[in-house]
T-cell receptor, first 114, second 113 residues
């Protein structure tokens, strides 16, 4: 039972255009969401996050949007650059109780073409 | 800071052999996580520790898998006996005081033939 779903295994965009990566979740107890970026042969690295009390968080070219009613979040990259080509993982945390762990989606491979 | 250090980077072993993966978390981090990445299941949490104590091992696939954290600077994930379906990339990550993000190691790519 996948609680965090990234339904697009891959996405290809042109350099300079917007990349939009989507993520859906099912657990209403999730209250913190993160995006990680992963290059080949490296571990995932933290990119940007958002608390459930917000609907938008921006950091340079990266913006994450959260729609709680739809249980949906998205990562926007504007403008996209070839160096952004990587696998992007969406992750969610249930902060309730004493259990502290991140649940990850399967990832979306983004390819930015020059 | 050298980050989270995992060894070995690659491991090829024969079915039935014991495999031990190692992890050194970032100094001062009090949470340590073991994840496994496969094409089918993505990144799945196997087990995590807080202050060297296992907190949640519900993701450990079966009794063939075991993990220990004898001190704050070292953890192992052991598979005995290994099977071809255990082939995956295994990541260790650490975090500070319920921090909002993990720092991952570079992973160990395990191939069981």
């Amino acid at each position: 039972d996948q609680q965090v779903k990234q339904n697009s295994p891959s996405l290809s965009v042109q350099e300079g255009r917007i990349s939009i990566l989507n993520c859906d979740y099912t657990n209403s107890m999730f209250d913190y969401f993160l995006w990680y970026k992963k290059y080949p042969a490296e571990g995932p690295t933290f990119l940007i996050s958002i608390s459930s009390i917000k609907d938008k968080n921006e950091d340079g070219r990266f913006t994450v949007f959260l729609n709680k009613s739809a249980k949906h979040l998205s990562l926007h990259i504007v403008p996209s650059q070839p160096g952004d080509s990587a696998v992007y993982f969406c992750a969610a945390r249930n902060s309730g109780g004493s259990n502290y762990k991140l649940t990850f989606g399967k990832g979306t491979l983004l390819t930015v073409n020059p | 800071d050298a980050g989270v250090i995992q060894s070995p980077r690659h491991e090829v072993t024969e079915m039935g052999q014991e495999v031990t993966l190692r992890c050194k978390p970032i100094s001062g981090h009090d949470y340590l996580f073991w994840y496994r990445q496969t094409m089918m299941r993505g990144l799945e949490l196997l087990i995590y520790f807080n202050n060297n104590v296992p907190i949640d091992d519900s993701g450990m696939p079966e009794d063939r898998f075991s993990a220990k954290m004898p001190n704050a600077s070292f953890s192992t994930l052991k598979i005995q006996p290994s099977e071809p379906r255990d082939s995956a990339v295994y990541f260790c990550a650490s975090s500070f005081n319920r921090g909002y993000g993990y720092t991952f190691g570079s992973g160990t790519r395990l191939t069981v033939v």
